[in-house]
């Protein structure tokens, strides 16, 4: 069956800190994934897809298929990167979401 | 373009109420998504919708449950009876292209039902 876990749901870390919010998945197929991210008082909006290899706002997460894993990394917490993370699979034309890690970085 | 539209953005009802959600997706989307966010279960997809047709309503929660897209730019997510367990934050999200698009989510309806 396809799902998503993420194992934290709070992640609390110091200005300046590294961050790792984890993601595993599991698919028979190949992997679609993708984080996705609320700050407070927004709407949940899309921060990265694995199929870009981009960075957003200093975020990267890289795809390990041996561990089925898509974590999302950011070497140098910032108190504006508060806000509810969650990793999402792509199946056919849904979105599977996991249940979400807050991320709380205090100053 | 204002996003996706969400109303009401907050219902409070008691059990038993008939309570109806409303979504107006962003202009050309041809996909609209309902969600349904919870501490315990985090993010959950209800229904989708792909040319105003359903596509998947497998995560619809049971009978109780409804939705309709009766044209391109409305779509209203029912339920009937509500419940206390139904107290949620719904979310409405679009996309062009059957979801194969980034999706676009509302702001998201906040129901407590007493």
């Known amino acids: 069956a396809q799902r998503v876990t993420q194992p934290e749901k709070l992640l609390s870390v110091f200005k300046g800190a590294p961050v790792e919010l984890k993601c595993n998945y599991s698919?028979?197929?190949?992997?679609?994934l993708f984080w996705y991210v609320q700050y407070s008082r927004q709407r949940l909006q899309l921060l990265l897809r694995?199929?870009s290899r981009e960075s957003i706002k200093g975020f990267t997460a890289d795809l390990n298929k041996g561990e089925t894993s898509f974590h999302l990394k950011k070497p140098f917490a910032q108190e504006e990167d508060s806000a509810m993370y969650y990793c999402?699979?792509?199946?056919?034309?849904?979105?599977?979401f996991g249940t979400g890690t807050r991320l709380q970085v205090f100053p | 373009d204002a996003g996706v539209i969400q109303s009401p953005r907050h219902e409070v009802t008691e059990m038993g109420q008939e309570v109806t959600l409303r979504c107006k997706p962003i202009?050309?989307?041809?996909?609209l998504f309902w969600y349904r966010q919870t501490m315990m279960r985090g993010l959950e997809l209800l229904i989708y919708?792909?040319?105003?047709?359903?596509?998947?309503d497998s995560g619809m929660p049971e009978d109780r449950f409804s939705a309709k897209m009766p044209n391109a730019s409305f779509s209203t997510l029912k339920i009937q009876p509500s419940e206390p367990r139904d107290s949620a934050v719904y979310f409405c999200?679009?996309?062009?292209?059957?979801?194969?698009?980034?999706?676009?989510f509302g702001p998201g309806t906040r129901l407590l039902v007493l």
């Open positions: 694995h199929i």
């Open positions: 999402a699979l792509r199946n056919t034309d849904k979105l599977i």
């Open positions: 919708f792909n040319n105003n047709v359903p596509i998947d």
């Open positions: 999200a679009s996309s062009l292209m059957g979801g194969r698009e980034t999706q676009y």
């Open positions: 202009s050309g989307h041809n996909s």
């Open positions: 698919y028979s197929g190949s992997p679609e």
